[in-house]
Every structure is written in C-alpha cells, then in structure tokens.
C-alpha cells in the first residue's frame, strides 16, 4: 500500500479473463487468507488494544479466528490487465486472494446497481 492507501492485487494470468467488465464497478469484495495469523482466540479486545471492551470474536475483524477468511470492502480504481489498482485493501503485501466479487447496491425501487 501506498502513502495514499492505494494497494495492487495480481491476479494470476490464467484468471485475468475472469476481470472482463469488473471496471463497470465502483466496489468489491476481497476475500484473502489470514495467511501469518496462528491460532485464534473466541474473546478478543478489539485492535488489539486492552483499553477497547472484550467481545467476541464473530463480533470483531480480529484476524485471529477459527476459519483464518478475510473479508474486506475496497474502492477499484482502476485494471491494468491483470491488475487491480484498489483503495482500502485491509491486508498485508503478499496475502492469497481467495475471491474477488463485485458489490451490488439495490437502488429505491429495489433493482441492482453497481
């Protein structure tokens, strides 16, 4: 990531044809693996931090859980080929990619845009 919370995710070329018209949109679902975190703890002070109350881990983005799924909600700002250009990628360099899935938005009269 970058000083402007820009991040890069390579997609691996033999998947760069699944990308066609994911430019159409704004947001996406990235979900990764928590590939350095061991282990995992069903109580957890949030950020790590003692001062914030205890809660559960389901009740929290710890990325100490029992199945080690990352889920983040990031800002595409452009593809090169296989490469996504994002903001928002709450993940370390390197991490596996699981999936990438486009966020729908449901307008007033309940139809999907993105």
Avoid: W
């Avoid at 070329?13 to 066609?20: K, R, T, Y």
């Avoid at 799924?69 to 990628?89: A, D, H, P, S």
Wanted: hydrophobic share 40%; glycine share 8%.
């Amino acid at each position: 990531m970058d000083e402007e919370g820009i991040s890069t995710i390579e997609v691996f070329p033999e998947f760069a044809e699944g990308l066609f018209k994911i430019e159409s949109f704004k947001e996406l679902d990235v979900l990764f693996v928590f590939d350095r975190s061991v282990g995992y703890d069903l109580l957890v002070h949030p950020q790590g931090n003692p001062d914030n109350p205890l809660r559960g881990v389901f009740a929290s983005r710890s990325p100490r859980r029992p199945n080690p799924i990352g889920l983040t909600r990031v800002r595409l700002i452009e593809r090169q080929g296989n490469l996504l250009k994002v903001r928002g990628l709450d993940a370390f360099p390197d991490t596996p990619i699981l999936d990438i899935k486009p966020v729908l938005h449901v307008n007033n009269e309940g139809r999907l845009i993105p």
